[in-house]
């Protein structure tokens, strides 16, 4: 399988919410996770990252994600995938606040660094404020 058809796989997984126990398979052990957005400051691995996807659609359940562009730079071992999600806050989550019935639709950017053949690391690229104003969180 090629670092792209892994990212695919692995990005399928985790915007589904499938979590950790399906997206390790494409991880390597302690693979981190960053992304300059106050609503992720305190995640830092994909592990993590992958529990907080799962978690959103609790609050959010008919979260739908529609990939715009992807592309490889194999030089640099590395997967762009830009992708806009949408949903609305009609469920509950633990932490969330009470549902809106709010709808958000968000452009967004995972950059995937591989090391061999599975991932190392994972930037996301994000604005939360605009997301939590349009959910009505903010």
């Known amino acids: 399988m090629s670092i792209y058809e892994t990212t695919l796989a692995f990005?399928?997984?985790c915007e589904t919410g499938k979590?950790?126990?399906?997206?390790?398979?494409?991880?390597?052990?302690?693979?981190?996770?960053s992304c300059q957005a106050d609503a992720l400051a305190t995640i830092t691995t994909?592990?993590?990252?992958?529990?907080?996807?799962?978690?959103l659609l609790g609050p959010i359940?008919?979260?739908?994600y529609e990939i715009h562009a992807a592309a490889t730079d194999v030089a640099r071992s590395t997967v762009v995938v830009q992708?806009?999600?949408?949903?609305?806050?009609?469920?509950?989550?633990e932490g969330a606040p009470p549902p809106t019935g709010q709808k958000a639709v968000v452009d967004y950017v995972y950059a995937i660094k591989f090391d061999g053949d599975k991932i190392?690391?994972?930037?996301?690229?994000?604005?939360?404020?605009?997301t939590l104003k349009?959910?009505?969180?903010a």
């Open 120 to 130: 190392s690391h994972m930037t996301k690229i994000w604005n939360d404020g605009h």
């Open 83 to 93: 992708s806009v999600v949408s949903g609305s806050n009609t469920g509950e989550g």
């Open 19 to 33: 979590g950790w126990s399906v997206c390790q398979q494409w991880c390597h052990d302690g693979a981190t996770f």
């Open 61 to 64: 359940p008919d979260l739908t």
């Open 46 to 55: 994909v592990e993590g990252y992958t529990g907080w996807t799962a978690w």
């Open 134 to 137: 349009q959910l009505g969180w």
């Open 11 to 13: 990005f399928d997984a």
